[in-house]
Structure formats: structure tokens, C-alpha cells
């Protein structure tokens, strides 16, 4: 049904930026109504919330460890969900995810635990350098 496809990642040295898309197929018109956020998990370690992003975009939250370097943002028009990520650090270095929950036309949600999500991609892999 809905596929969701992350690209943009890559090889950075500390300091650097990146910016990570998340094109949605299948959604049709449903795109809008979506909790739209992105995730990461390195080897060894637990998934982790990094932000997510509102139904339309008017609100977003995220994880403690990327407040004030990584921005989310959507584009409805285009199905698409954004990650910009600034001043990189290694600690970064993970597989991002990109995913998204479904809503009943007229709820606005943002969760951030992984479970609440319905719809998942392959993941990209970003790898930041010291």
C-alpha cells in the first residue's frame, strides 16, 4: 500500500550537514493527514526518536540528543518529508528512518515511540567522520 523511500544520505566529516528525504507512494490524497518522523538506529544500540512532524506541519518536537542542529520539515504538494541535519557530530552515525502514522481526518497527533508508526522505509545510512 504506502512505500516510503529515504534517500540523501552519506559520508560527512564533523561539523558538516546533510539533508535526508522521505518520498511517499500509495498515500494519495490520505498524505496529509499523516504523523510524519524520522528515527535512527546504530549497531548495538535501540532505535531512537529524532523528530516528527505534525498532520500539515504547524508543530514539531524532537529528541534531546538533535534540538537545534537537525530541522524537519514536509511539503504536502510533493509527498515528501525533509531532515535537515547541521553540525553533524560522530555520534550521529546511524541508519535514519523514515516513517509515518495513520489518523482519522481531523486528529493531530505527534508520536514519538516507534510503535505508534504504521508505515516504515529501507532506511539510508548516514556516517560522520572525526
Known amino acids: 500500500q504506502v512505500q516510503l523511500v529515504e534517500s540523501g544520505g552519506g559520508l560527512v566529516q564533523a561539523g558538516g550537514s546533510l539533508r535526508l528525504s522521505c518520498a511517499a507512494s500509495?498515500?494519495?490524497?490520505?498524505?496529509?493527514?499523516?504523523?510524519m518522523g524520522w528515527f535512527r538506529q546504530a549497531p548495538g544500540k535501540e532505535r531512537e526518536f529524532v523528530a516528527v512532524i505534525t498532520n500539515i506541519g504547524e508543530r514539531t518536537f524532537y529528541g534531546g540528543s538533535v534540538k537545534g542542529r537537525f530541522t524537519i520539515s514536509r511539503d504536502n504538494a510533493k509527498n515528501t518529508l525533509y531532515l535537515q541535519m547541521d553540525n553533524l557530530q560522530p555520534d550521529d552515525t546511524s541508519v535514519y528512518y523514515c516513517a509515518a502514522r495513520r489518523n482519522l481526518a481531523g486528529v493531530v497527533y505527534a508520536p514519538r515511540t516507534w510503535n505508534e508508526y504504521d508505515y516504515w522505509g529501507q532506511g539510508t545510512q548516514v556516517t560522520v567522520s572525526s
Open positions: 500509495g498515500s494519495g490524497r490520505t498524505f496529509s493527514t499523516y504523523s
